[in-house]
Nanobody
Framework: QVQLVESGGGLVQPGRSLRLSCTVSQSIRSMAAMGWYRQAPGKERELVAAITRTGSTNYPDSAKGRFTISRDNAKNTVFLQMNSLKPDDTAVYYC?????????????WGQGTQVTVSS
């Protein structure tokens, strides 16, 4: 069972930055992909950033130019650097790991970390 623990959330003023961390209980080096998602009250969970095993990244328009996903394989950790935060970025942020084995791809989620952007 893969366990993911997010950290780094909190209350921040508009325009400021936060860096989220996701530490995984096993090596992330060979994971098919890892991603950050968010869910605001009353809304569906949405992707904010993803990174594949080979390092390719993907961002929705809402995150392009402001958010950056990165990974430290040695520390089994994935980061989400968020700059120029807006009130609309307020949500619970979740980390997801996609693990490929002989039976297909299995997704694992962390419990989330709250990000609140408010003055």
């Amino acid at each position: 069972q893969v366990q993911l623990v997010e950290s780094g959330g909190g209350l921040v003023q508009p325009g400021r930055s936060l860096r989220l961390s996701c530490t995984v209980s096993q090596s992330i080096r060979s994971m098919a992909a890892m991603g950050w998602y968010r869910q605001a009250p009353g809304k569906e969970r949405e992707l904010v950033a993803a990174i594949t095993r080979t390092g390719s990244t993907n961002y929705p328009d809402s995150a392009k130019g402001r958010f950056t996903i990165s990974r430290d394989n040695a520390k089994n950790t994935v980061f989400l650097q968020m700059n120029s935060l807006k009130p609309d970025d307020t949500a619970v942020y979740y980390c997801k790991a996609d693990v490929r084995d002989w039976n297909g791809i299995h997704s694992y989620w962390g419990q989330g970390t709250q990000v609140t952007v408010s003055s």
